[in-house]
């Protein structure tokens, strides 16, 4: 490089300098030197504002750009600009124990769930109103979804909002459709266009509608409003598990066999523009595409633990008990239901298909990890939610002289509890006592055992005015006594007899 040379630039300026301070570069072997001393002083400023900023709480938000190993997500396929999550922050105050009654904290700052999700229920203060609310499934694909949905179309006979109306899309009024063996709306959840019209035509307040199902979770409880709010649930599977899972369904999928051709194993797809990443924490998230923060984790964790009945692939049994719960407030109750049901969800589920698992440690399992290290962790989280309850037990002692149709009024009155928010099920019963067996009743009669999310659900139930009016209307006239109650928490546990 020569000296004189005008057109020679170091990182920005001209070797040549006509301004003061052209001393500072006029010789050109210190020129770089100089330059690359202010070069690192920009970034040790930038990057101590950028430290405190990041330290101070401000929201970041995903940066546009799509990420190289991103499946099924694309610019193309959802409109960003108007999908920016607006987060709003409030300090708690209150010391709680449990985890479904510890709101997500990130530096120190509570979490709360996007404005977006206003249209779907707290299902642990907002009790279940059939007249009002709509089951709101939250699809995630290959975790038993097409099972829950035919579950509820085929076997109770509910009316559903789905992609199986997507047939019979047109006019401009709501049509209730019936065919193979199931009623449904013609209206498209599958896709944020179909879910806009879907809204236009009013079906989350339709009174015909008894459950909506969809994977666009912000667009599907979009169509809610705040006199007919969304109840969702949803079934959750491991990642790595979903991963493979959605392989091998790919594979024998003949719409994606010319993607398809050249994945022959799952080590292969994991290495593919075709394999998924994260996809439960960007749904939740509404972060479609860009890098994933802890902030998207967060508001993902407190969406699971506000909005949603969690239900796991891995615990049929207690999940589908879960569920039973909001399906028998609609569904009536016979023996070819539950015929129907022991069908499809255990030994006849849609979609199943057999293949070997992907060992832990192996290639495959390790690609798939780094592709859903956040849903992983969602997905314990969801686990937890889920495995720990709170039990509570009711001893009663019925008078002597009360009449069948009183206690008829008991055992029902206990029943209807069942739609208080955040119970998951509940028993009442006679006690009994065998012959080979010592009688341990002590005179109790009748026993309650009520299961609940979480110790604020426990609180909900105790002050809600259900609760008080059976205990006053159909509980206290025929007892003895005052009733005994105890309550405790516990994790889960099912016998292998549960699972079939």
Known sequence: EEAGDDTELLLG???????????????????????LAFFLLVCSIGGYQGFNDYW???????????????????EDAFDLEH????????????DISNIEDTPVV????????????????????EPYDPEKNKLYLWTIPRC?????????????GLTMASEAGKGDVGGDSLQVVEGNGMKYVNVDMSNPDGIAHAKELGVGGWNKVDMVSSSYLYDG?????????GYMIAMFRHPIERAVSLFYNLKSNKAYAEQMVTLSTVEQYSRSSLVENNWMTR??????????TPEHEAIAKEVLRTKCIIGLLQEKAESMRRLEMLFDVKAEKSQRRYDCQEKLWYWDWPGKNRH??????????????????????????????????IEHIVLLKVKPEASDEDIKKLIEGAQSLRTIPGVISITVGSTFAEEWMPDRRNGHTHTLSCRLQSKEALRVYQDHPLHAQVKKECMLPVLAEPPMAVDYESVVVLGDSTEK
Request: hydrophobic share 35%; with cysteine; net charge negative.
């Open 13 to 35: 300026f001209s070797v040549k300098q006509r301004k003061s301070g052209h001393h500072l570069i006029r010789d050109p072997h210190r020129a770089p030197k100089v330059a």
């Open 56 to 74: 101070s709480n401000r929201a970041i938000l995903s940066s546009s750009s799509s990420m190289s190993d991103e499946a099924d997500v694309s």
């Open 83 to 94: 999908r920016e999550t607006l987060l709003h922050v409030q300090t708690s105050e209150t």
């Open 106 to 125: 990130l530096f120190n700052e509570n979490i709360e769930v996007p404005w977006q999700l206003s249209g779907l229920a707290n299902v642990f203060e």
């Open 144 to 156: 038993g979804s097409t099972s829950i949905r035919r579950i509820a179309s085929h076997c109770l």
């Open 221 to 229: 409880a979009g169509i809610f409003d705040p006199d007919h709010k």
């Open 283 to 292: 749904f939740l998230s509404n972060s479609l595409s860009g890098e994933l």
């Open 356 to 389: 070997e698992q992907v060992l832990e440690g192996s290639e495959a399992w390790n690609r798939l990890y780094e592709q859903n290290s956040f849903d992983i962790r969602l997905y314990e989280y969801a686990r937890e939610l889920m495995s720990t309850v």
